[in-house]
């Protein structure tokens, strides 16, 4: 509700009612805490109707392509900083 009422998610959210935002701190954080009351409240119920669906295991991205787990994590990495330097170079 309130990334629809204020535009703010969980993160900028804690930012801004940091930096003194009264919509933040007054709408933004009491709907965190209605939200997550109310999710406490019927998470079993959710649990055994929506979130239960579907179990598919704990498998990763080196398990699914079948290679070492530094098989990714190398690649992406030098994949984040290579789009990290593009950005920063195209001035974005």
Known sequence: MGF????????TLA??????SLD???GGMVG???GAGLFAEFFSKLDKKLLSKGHFGKMTW???LKVNPWG???PVD?????LLFWIENAGL
Not at 4 to 11: F, H, R, V
Not at 78 to 82: D, L, N
């Open 24 to 26: 933040a701190l007054f």
């Open 62 to 64: 080196p398990q699914l």
């Open 15 to 20: 930012g801004a009612a940091g930096q003194g």
């Open 78 to 82: 030098f994949g984040v900083i290579a």
């Open 72 to 74: 990714i994590v190398i």
């Open 4 to 11: 629809g009422l204020l535009g703010y998610c969980s993160g």
């Open 32 to 34: 965190v805490l209605i």
